[in-house]
């Protein structure tokens, strides 16, 4: 197989969604080199969102449907599918992945909740996890849990998770960023960190003993607080073009990370896969079959991931 280990890899995502287009444009945009980018597609499904302007090499994928934009389908799910694995399979530097839509992958038999599990699957050796990670400049957010139903967070939360994941993101820190001695800061699960036990125990019986046992390790990181006050700061100081108080904030659920980041940088956030071997970055939003097909999406965020590759 062909050596791609110095490039970036692009995956396409949904065929019937926004993803081909906001790849054709982020790249018309940013003009990076040919020789730089490997784009895992399928030239039907390029060639009906726009035009590539740069002779980038394309990795065909077999796809015999017709491209139906805004359409949930089993077809598109299988490619959308079958083109994580082509990346991974050819270990490229970086992998940048448009949005899929895991309805469709599960209808055409592949049953993960996101693409950062499918990498996962591919890519993990040795023990390794994938962790979800969202970035936007010194604005960084990482999951300890991901999609799942609010229901099922507080038994999912555990003291060896929560220990395995800082461990992971410290790891990231300092040999991705170079950054030796991170400081974190984690959400509670419970408003107003549980009050002492009066509206929820998780603080006290979960968080706080894996806490400690993360600064036994010499991690600096705080107790659990309160995330309608924590990100207060971090945020203040994002829209003042300042360096947030802590290099990344710790959250418990989905949309208690995801809300005060993609609040302020909703087109500027990335989200990214550490804890294998390859990085992996991708816009922050999902597929948007409400638009996929009429040329108005915006790349932004397409175009943050692939410039988080580049530096």
Do not use: W
């Not at 890899?9 to 949904?14: E, F, H, L, R, S």
């Amino acid at each position: 197989m062909k050596n791609y280990s110095n490039k970036i890899a692009i995956t396409t995502g949904d065929p019937n969604g926004i993803g081909a287009e906001i790849t054709i444009k982020a790249l018309n945009a940013l003009n990076i080199p040919p020789r730089d980018v490997v784009i895992i597609s399928n030239s039907k499904v390029l060639n009906t969102y726009g035009y590539i302007q740069n002779n980038y090499e394309i990795i065909e994928v077999d796809y015999d449907a017709k491209v139906r934009p805004g359409e949930v389908t089993a077809e598109a799910g299988d490619f959308s599918f079958r083109l994580l694995e082509m990346a991974c399979a050819i270990k490229p530097k970086f992998i940048v992945t448009a949005p899929t839509s895991k309805e469709a992958m599960n209808l055409a038999g592949h049953k993960f909740s996101g693409q950062t599990e499918v990498l996962e699957k591919y890519l993990a050796h040795d023990g390794q996890r994938a962790e979800m990670l969202f970035v936007s400049k010194d604005f960084r957010v990482l999951l300890l849990t991901r999609h799942l139903p609010l229901k099922d967070i507080s038994k999912t939360l555990t003291q060896g998770l929560i220990l395995e994941k800082i461990e992971r993101l410290r790891s990231y820190f300092q040999n991705s960023l170079y950054i030796n001695k991170p400081s974190f800061a984690i959400c509670s699960l419970n408003p107003h960190a549980g009050e002492n036990g009066l509206i929820g125990d998780e603080e006290e019986k979960v968080i706080l003993p894996a806490i400690e046992a993360v600064r036994n390790r010499g991690i600096n990181i705080t107790n659990p607080l309160p995330a309608d006050t924590l990100f207060i700061s971090g945020v203040q100081k994002y829209l003042k073009g300042e360096k947030p108080p802590y290099d990344c904030y710790i959250a418990c659920y989905h949309d208690q990370g995801l809300i005060p980041i993609k609040s302020v940088a909703s087109e500027k956030t990335v989200n990214m896969t550490i804890g294998l071997d390859i990085i992996r970055t991708s816009p922050s939003h999902g597929t948007a079959f409400d638009i996929a097909g009429k040329n108005i999406a915006n790349p932004e965020s397409m175009m943050e991931a692939i410039k988080y590759c580049l530096y």
